[in-house]
Every structure is written in C-alpha cells, then in structure tokens.
C-alpha cells in the first residue's frame, strides 16, 4: 500500500485513511474474499500478500483472470469482480485495506493537499495496472502454446530488468496454464521441447532464457 500513499506523510496518511473510512480486513490463504465483503462500489488496496481473480465456469473450470500482489489494487469499477462466477481468492495470508467510492469524493477531502497526491497515486497505480492488463491480452493474441510461453518469459524477464535473462515464474505450472488459457499436459509438453532445443533451461519455477 506504499504507492498509493507515497509521499503523503504518516500523520496525513491516518487521517486520509479514517475520512475515507478505510477498513483493513486479514484473511488467511485460500480464503474468497468477496464472500467476506458487500460487493457495492469499491475499491481494495492489498497492504501485504496476494490474491488472484478467478472466473469459474458452469462445467467448473476455472480460469485465472488477474494475479495481484502487495501495493496493487483492484475493485468493483477496475475489475469484474460483480459478474457471476468470479471469485477473489488469497494465495497466503492477506491484509487488504476496503474504501467505497463515494468517500474517495467527499467534499470534506477533496479540499486538502494531501488527497490530490492520493488521487495522482491512485491513477499511477491504474494505469500501470492497465499496461499489465493490455500485455496478458497481448499473450493470449498469440496463436500458439509455444509462442505463448516464449512472450511470457521474455515479459518477466524484461519485468525483472537485470538483463540475467534468468528468471522466476511467479506461477503454478497449472496457474501459467490458466492465466495463458492453455492446456496445462500441452504446455508441459512444450515446455519439453524448448528444453530439448535449447531455448530454455529449466529447473521447477525458475528459467533461463536462451534466445
């Protein structure tokens, strides 16, 4: 939640966040948080660890929409989090911040300074939410399993910008396959004859790029 209070002093953040009436809820890992939630207006600020949108299917196949980490938010104007289906599960232990919207624009804050630093962050924060989003949608252009997995390495590797070319799939194997709508024995296939062919090595999460 660093980023979205950046620059704005401890005091000023405090009492940002109490006319906001920001509401800081802990969850353990593999909890539905929108089962704990009103699924009004809001948006949700992840203080420290991680969740993933999760859009199943009636068949009950799901399917990941979003990963998000500590300092990314999301909400119900941002996310699709009202449609049916979609759940909003913590992968560890969790503590996310709840505003409403209609606080973000009450009259009594938008006079002070310290709320247009807040709104600057907050609209950073979208947009390179946004650039994360257009990239996976770029992914999911590409018309083969392989050139799939090939743009996603090169994506984290440029991510990770130290220029190692080795890097760390933040993924399962069965999440990669998700958030790539692949087959997850037809990715694991793949990843065999990139192997095989010299494009990558590979040991569990961890890969280096050779091409």
Sequence with gaps: ?????????????????????????????????????????????IDYGSIELVHTDYEGN??????????????????SIKAEGVTCITKEDTAITFIEYDQITNNE?????YYIIFVKNLIRLLTEQLNTRNIRVELLTKRTTRDKLLAYFK????????GSK????????????????????????ELKYLKEEGFIEANGNRITLHY
């Excluded at 979003?66 to 941002?78: A, D, K, W």
């Excluded at 194997?173 to 990715?187: C, G, K, N, P, W």
């Design 62 to 79: 799901k399917t990941v929409i979003e990963e998000l980490e500590e300092g990314e938010v999301f909400g119900t104007l941002t996310s």
């Design 109 to 113: 804050i938008i006079k002070n300074d």
């Design 166 to 189: 080795k890097i760390k799939i933040p993924l399962s194997y069965t999440e990669l396959a998700s958030y790539l709508s692949v087959d997850r024995s037809a990715m694991t296939r």
């Design 1 to 45: 939640m660093a980023k979205l209070f950046e620059n704005i002093s401890e005091n000023n953040m405090l009492k940002l966040k109490k006319i906001l009436r920001a509401n800081t809820q802990k969850f353990k890992k593999d909890v539905n948080v929108l089962s704990n939630v009103n699924r009004d207006d809001f948006i949700a600020l």
């Design 155 to 162: 994506y984290i590797d440029q991510k990770t910008g130290d």
